[in-house]
């Protein structure tokens, strides 16, 4: 497991924080968090998917993220958008893939909700950071109280 | 326009289109954040704005002027979409006569003298200048399609 502090510079990422939180961005509704089906929904945005690039907003967002992450495959690429909960929600532990793989989740925004390992780590939501961990380490999403909306781009790669 | 009796209609289109636009517009259609009541308080909602151009949303008129039988020009037609939490406050709409069609979820429509219960593929028409406010939904989403007609 590894956590990059001001994964971008601040130009680029301020960028994308203005893209992703405008009124512009679209986001499509989905009913469940992981195949558990007793999570909670969220919003999702696709950027890469099914082997090809899913969103006008793949090179604003995503390439300057991918030339410091340097790839050598794409797996998928999504943002997900948790809303503002009473209290903390945790989605259910799971992998994103099945095969061997890493899983880099870029936060977008600062709050106070958190990624939890199963081994009980957690880490902070904080803007700009990079959480690299591999396939095989469950993890879950915890919503914030604090923000309204609670946004990270999640990566699935080689 | 002159519309001064509330019209309440329930199940307003076939119940299979009903069905379909209820998936089309939960799972298929972008939801952007921004829209609210007011400009000046209450929770930002989910929004959607709708070519009225496009086929579908053109038989959807039809439909509208069909039930409505005076003529009218639509002024905006879009999606309000609301999570729990997501309040409506009272407001006037900016047109004439409003259409509100509940596509899927729950949370009442209110005027300040009336509730309405939400009912999926029910269609209220009213005359916009009334004060009115979607209340949000306890769980699950709540999506409204609103045609403000001039």
Request: hydrophobic residues 35%.
């Amino acid at each position: 497991m590894k956590q990059i502090k001001n994964f971008l510079d601040k130009e680029d990422f301020y960028k994308i924080k203005s893209i992703m939180f405008s009124n512009e961005f679209p986001w499509f509704f989905n009913e469940f968090q992981t195949t558990g089906k007793n999570d909670g929904f969220f919003m999702g945005h696709n950027f890469y998917h099914s082997h090809q690039k899913n969103s006008v907003y793949y090179n604003p967002i995503i390439e300057p993220i991918l030339k410091k992450l340097k790839p050598n495959m794409i797996s998928e690429i999504r943002a997900n958008l948790l809303f503002k909960t009473n209290k903390h929600i945790q989605s259910d532990f799971h992998l994103d893939k099945t095969f061997f793989c890493k899983t880099a989740i870029f936060y977008v925004n600062t709050n106070n909700g958190y990624t939890l390992l199963k081994d009980k780590t957690k880490i902070k939501a904080e803007e700009n950071k990079l959480l690299i961990i591999d396939s095989k380490t469950y993890h879950a999403a915890v919503t914030q109280t604090d923000v309204e909306r609670r946004v990270v781009i999640n990566f699935n790669y080689l | 326009m002159e519309y001064k009796h509330t019209e309440i209609i329930k199940d307003w289109l076939d119940k299979d289109l009903a069905n379909y636009l209820k998936t089309l517009y939960t799972y298929n259609f972008p939801h952007f954040y921004g829209h609210s009541s007011t400009k000046e308080k209450g929770a930002i909602f989910y929004s959607t704005y709708f070519d009225q151009k496009e086929n579908l949303n053109k038989f959807l008129i039809y439909k509208l002027k069909q039930t409505i039988k005076i003529p009218f020009t639509i002024k905006d037609m879009y999606l309000n979409i609301q999570h729990p939490g997501m309040e409506g406050e009272f407001h006037k709409d900016d047109c004439s006569l409003t259409a509100l069609y509940m596509v899927t979820g729950e949370g009442n429509f209110e005027f300040k003298d009336r509730k309405i219960v939400f009912k999926e593929n029910k269609l209220i028409i009213f005359d916009s200048s009334k004060l009115h406010r979607g209340r949000a939904p306890k769980k699950g989403i709540r999506i409204t399609l609103a045609f403000k007609l001039i």
